[in-house]
């Protein structure tokens, strides 16, 4: 019997941020060394993807390369023959796919995404591309071509897995059975038995959540930062005039965010972390530990990324790449011939 499959990718778009690593690539890494004896894991990089909003492009193939090596330095397996690691523009059929599925697509459904509304309010007009406002077909596309049932979703993606599922029901509806629909958000909730609540604030605005795409960066730890510079960042984070460290999101944001990243760094749990420096005055020595961890962690990270070795990756993603695009192709074929193109 074959595997069901579970997809997730990240996008290149920027240097990433402990957010990411804490938020989305250890709990990948995690995911895939758990359930790839049951599973078939597809692990991208959704490089298409990366330019829905303006880039340097002259960053995007270092970009793509890097958030490789750290997947790798994150603890992922290349050598596993069910975890396949892949670039998706290397396999045409995702661009190929969009296209069928985009006039199947209604431009009002497109225009209701959240996160495109989000996206776009945050640009000028000039330069909000078709692709933003479509790139949900593409992750259509993504996910269907490689039947995969489960598919890790934060809530700034539900939405699309949503459409994903509406238009592969309308595509079967009206074409015959061509494609696997993919679990509820519901049913993905339970499945990845979801911490996909974790979210690290941003250090100098403590009220909105880290991003690598904030435009002034102060705020934000990227893991190619000089471990220097990070201790800088945690020593001027903003906290408040308390000088009573408490865990209290609400109030004492500043404080509990260091106290989560302190635990995350540490590897240790949130409440043991709280208990240890719970009622402290002094944020200055407090500030001090969690800068001195992230220095630790920066450095060990950085030198593991560095140690990489690129061709294994390289190997790693010509075997998935060829062997991912047979897949992609039958599901593409099918399509093809449903909507009479062959
Ligand atoms: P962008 O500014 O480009 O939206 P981002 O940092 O918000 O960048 P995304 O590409 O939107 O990153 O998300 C990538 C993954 O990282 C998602 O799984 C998301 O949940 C996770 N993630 C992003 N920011 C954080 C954060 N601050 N804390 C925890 N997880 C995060
Ligand atoms: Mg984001």
Known sequence: MTKQTILTGLRANNDLTIGNYFGAILPMVDMAKTKADDYQINLFVPDLHSFTTPIDHNQLHSQTWNNLRIFVAAGLPLDHPDIHLYRQSYIS??????????????????????????????????????????????????????????????????QHLEFTRDIAGRFNNRFGDIFTIPKSVKEQHVFFGNDQGLRIKDLHDPSKKMSKSDESGKGVIFLSDDPQVSAKKIMGATTDDKANIQFDRDNQPGISNLLEILAL?????????????????????????????????????????????????????ESSESKLTITAKETLLRAQKAVGLR
Request: proline content about 2%; charged content about 25%.
């Open 265 to 317: 760094l540490t590897g240790r749990n949130l409440q043991e972390v709280v208990a240890e420096w719970k009622g402290g005055d002094r944020y200055g020595d407090f500030k001090k530990t969690v800068a001195k961890e992230m220095v630790l962690f920066l450095t060990d990270f950085q030198q593991k990324q560095s140690s990489i070795n690129d061709a294994a990756i390289q190997k790693r993603l």
């Open 93 to 158: 059929a995702h661009s190929e796919l969009t296209w069928i599925l985009d006039c199947l697509t209604g431009v009002g459904e497109m225009g209701r995404m959240t996160e495109y509304k989000d996206k776009a309010a945050k640009l000028h007009e000039d330069r909000i591309s078709v692709g933003l406002f479509n790139y949900p077909v593409l992750m259509a596309a993504d996910i269907l071509l490689y039947n995969a049932t489960f598919v890790p979703v934060g809530d700034d993606q539900t």
